[in-house]
């Protein structure tokens, strides 16, 4: 039987947008055996904040749902409009994969040293969730506000809300919650003994930091 060839022309080259690229080809953002590096990438977040001075508690909790919450009390993402891209800023954190404040290499940059996937950690986290929630607590001139964003498959499904904050809440820090999308790993089971090997290993390296 005669075989079809396959056509290489202009309509060959497929330009993938926004979070497309981790969808289709996973393995070239994390390892997908399990999902531990994606969390990794948060926890790096929180890290990055504390290694700056700017945290004294990172806790990480596995919630009985499958999902995994990691807070800092940190600055907080940055929640305002971006002056460029006009979105609030902690969307672009976690949808577009080259973004970040690690990139400000300029004097008074967001951070002098840092780890992880430089702009593409988090936003690779959020492709390959099918479900992530943050909370983000942060100071600004008009005060002490409570912000909160949902995700699900990389898409945003509950826009920016906005509150005062009350007395019972924290007045700095960000909380991400992640439910990995089972269909991007060959387990969808986090190994414990990785996990606390790994926040071992951070509370040994921030000083002062800790790791609950």
Same mark, same amino acid.
């Given at each position: 039987?005669?075989?079809?060839?396959?056509?290489?022309?202009?309509?060959?080259?497929?330009?993938?947008? @926004?979070?497309? =690229?981790?969808?289709? &080809?996973?393995?070239?953002?994390?390892?997908?055996?399990? =999902?531990?590096?994606?969390?990794?990438?948060?926890?790096?977040?929180?890290?990055?904040?504390?290694?700056?001075?700017?945290?004294?508690?990172?806790?990480?909790?596995?919630?009985?749902?499958?999902?995994?919450?990691?807070?800092?009390?940190?600055?907080?993402?940055?929640?305002?409009?971006? =002056?460029?891209?006009?979105?609030?800023?902690?969307?672009?954190?976690?949808? %577009?994969?080259?973004? @970040?404040?690690?990139?400000?290499?300029?004097? @008074?940059?967001?951070?002098?040293?840092?780890?992880?996937?430089?702009?593409?950690?988090?936003?690779?986290?959020?492709?390959?969730?099918?479900?992530?929630?943050?909370?983000?607590? %942060?100071?600004?001139?008009?005060?002490?506000?409570?912000?909160?964003?949902?995700?699900?498959?990389g898409n945003v499904i509950s826009k920016?809300?906005?509150?005062?904050?009350?007395?019972?809440?924290?007045?700095?820090?960000? %909380?991400?919650?992640?439910?990995?999308?089972?269909?991007?790993?060959?387990?969808?089971?986090? =190994?414990?003994?990785?996990?606390?090997?790994?926040? &071992?290993?951070?509370?040994?390296?921030?000083?002062?930091?800790?790791?609950?």
């Amino acid at each position: 039987m005669a075989t079809k060839k396959s056509e290489y022309s202009e309509s060959s080259i497929r330009v993938l947008k @926004g979070l497309e =690229p981790v969808k289709q &080809r996973p393995g070239m953002y994390t390892r997908t055996e399990n =999902p531990l590096h994606i969390i990794q990438e948060v926890i790096d977040n929180a890290s990055d904040e504390a290694l700056g001075g700017y945290g004294k508690n990172i806790i990480v909790t596995m919630n009985a749902d499958g999902s995994v919450s990691v807070e800092d009390d940190g600055r907080g993402i940055p929640v305002g409009l971006h =002056p460029e891209e006009k979105v609030p800023t902690v969307e672009i954190v976690f949808t %577009r994969l080259h973004a @970040g404040g690690k990139f400000d290499k300029g004097s @008074g940059g967001a951070y002098a040293f840092s780890g992880g996937l430089h702009g593409v950690g988090v936003s690779v986290t959020n492709a390959l969730a099918s479900k992530l929630e943050i909370t983000v607590w %942060r100071k600004d001139e008009k005060g002490n506000g409570v912000h909160q964003l949902t995700f699900a498959d990389g898409n945003v499904i509950s826009k920016l809300k906005s509150r005062a904050a009350g007395k019972e809440d924290k007045k700095t820090g960000t %909380r991400v919650t992640v439910w990995p999308n089972p269909k991007y790993f060959d387990s969808a089971v986090i =190994p414990l003994p990785e996990l606390l090997r790994l926040l &071992r290993s951070k509370a040994v390296l921030l000083p002062g930091v800790k790791v609950t």
